[in-house]
């Protein structure tokens, strides 16, 4: 019989919780509350996102950001948690809320394709993890180069010899897909944090910031041995990605290819939590149509086609928001973001190709959907304090 952590506090052990149960009674001597002891669940195990979690208040009417930013900067307790945040009404199956040991977090609803599961947390704050995004305008026009070089589709009709300038129209033209990038730039550009939009982004394929080709030597002769033994170009390390020797690639372009950049990918996911995190608590109904527009655009104009393939499954039909607050569209592209880490060849391969081969899945990756090459799950106060700059009053 677990001891009553209600009237006895302190009762429970470390690895345990006190779950608390109320019943109704008339009776002035009876004990109308009792603390039971329960264990916290493991890496893999079923667990409930608890309602003291700024993700799971998202389902609520949110009347402002502040109480937002109170949840995101509250400490949920890991000590209590009442049973009638999930108490059933009368006739139905009693639910009790399991919480996910320390270092877990719980996916609750978020992931379509899992049930509510604790994960492992990508960690964040490292020497090479950086927890803190600088968005600068330089940043943000870095980033616009990768999106001018999107709508690449043929990435297996490779051209020998093809340069930085040579990159064709597959579908849409170039300048359509330029007109399209300076539209969502121009029109979420976050203006209170960075003042006026700079003007039209133009590919820089010239000068100190011209991008190398990702075949040529001076750009292949800067991997280190170590980037050179994986992928080369294609390597992508998000445990420690800012390790010169192990870390992330630097950028270069499929010049013979598609054209595009190698780190197209990230960039638009960063481009994306950037700009979203850091939009107006009310956007105008420009901002409303571009983003509106920004999955349909990417499921056709994405350079990988894999990825392009699952926008539908991984943004469309997660249901793109019809809200004119900010924070749902931050909100929106984060479990999006969240959605594809958890099925990403990087997630489950290790690697930026699964064919690839190089690396086995852990053994019993098979077994249980919490266990994965890499921990991918970023919970929603981890993302915040990365791409959020304006303080949310
Ligand atoms: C729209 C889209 C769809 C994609 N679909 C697929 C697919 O179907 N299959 C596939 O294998 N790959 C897919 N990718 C690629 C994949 O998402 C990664 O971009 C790629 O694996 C590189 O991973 P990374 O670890 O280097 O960084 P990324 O996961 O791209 O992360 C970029 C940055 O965002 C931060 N971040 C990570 N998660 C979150 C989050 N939830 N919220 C806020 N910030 C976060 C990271 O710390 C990092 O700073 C897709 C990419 C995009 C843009």
Same mark, same amino acid.
């Given at each position: 019989m677990s001891p009553d952590c209600f009237r006895s506090? %302190?009762?429970?052990?470390?690895d345990q919780w006190c779950q608390l149960e109320d019943r109704e009674s008339w009776a002035e001597t009876d004990n109308t509350t009792r603390g039971r002891c329960v264990s916290y669940q493991q890496l893999c195990h079923s667990c409930t996102r608890a309602a003291s979690d700024p993700s799971s208040a998202? *389902? !609520?009417?949110?009347?402002s950001k502040t109480l937002l930013a109170a949840l995101s900067v509250a400490t949920p307790s890991r000590s209590f948690l009442s049973v009638e945040d999930t108490s059933p009404t009368f006739g139905q199956y009693l639910e009790r809320p399991t919480l996910c040991a320390s270092g877990l977090v719980c996916t609750g609803g978020l992931i +379509?394709?899992?049930?509510a599961t604790c994960v492992l947390e990508r960690p964040v704050g490292g020497v090479d993890t950086p927890a803190v995004v600088q968005v600068t305008s330089a940043l943000l026009l870095d980033y616009g180069q990768r999106w001018l070089r999107m709508g690449a589709r043929t990435a297996y009709d490779a051209r020998v *010899?093809? %340069? !930085? =300038?040579d990159q064709l129209p597959q579908g849409a033209s170039r300048e359509d897909i330029h007109a399209a990038v300076n539209t969502i730039f121009s029109v979420l550009w976050p203006t209170h944090l !960075? *003042? +006026?939009?700079? %003007?039209d982004m133009q590919l820089s394929n010239a000068g100190p910031d011209a991008p190398l080709c990702c075949n040529w030597n001076n750009y292949t002769d800067s991997l280190s041995s170590f980037q050179s033994e994986r992928q080369g170009a294609s390597w992508r390390n998000p445990m420690h990605p800012a390790n010169r020797k192990t870390g992330n690639a630097p950028p270069c372009v499929w010049c013979e290819w598609d *054209?595009?950049?190698? =780190?197209e990918n990230p960039t638009i996911w960063s481009t994306l939590h950037a700009l979203t995190f850091n939009l107006p608590d009310e956007i105008s109904e420009a901002q409303y149509s571009v983003l509106r527009s920004v999955p349909v655009f990417l499921r056709q104009h994405l350079s990988c086609s894999l990825c392009r393939s699952h926008i539908k499954e991984h943004l469309i039909d997660l249901g793109v928001p019809t809200s004119r607050r900010g924070i749902d569209w931050a909100y929106y592209f984060w479990r999006a973001h969240n959605f594809v880490n958890e099925q990403s060849e990087v997630t489950r391969c290790g690697s930026m190709d699964c064919q690839w081969g190089s690396w086995n899945s852990p053994a019993d990756a098979t077994l249980c959907s919490g266990v994965y090459r890499y921990p991918w799950f970023m919970d929603w106060s981890v993302a915040n304090k990365m791409w959020m700059h304006t303080p949310r009053h």
């Open positions: 506090p %302190g009762a429970c052990e470390s998202m *389902g !609520l009417p949110v009347q +379509p394709t899992v049930p *010899g093809a %340069g !930085l =300038d !960075l *003042g +006026p939009w700079p %003007g *054209g595009a950049y190698n =780190d």
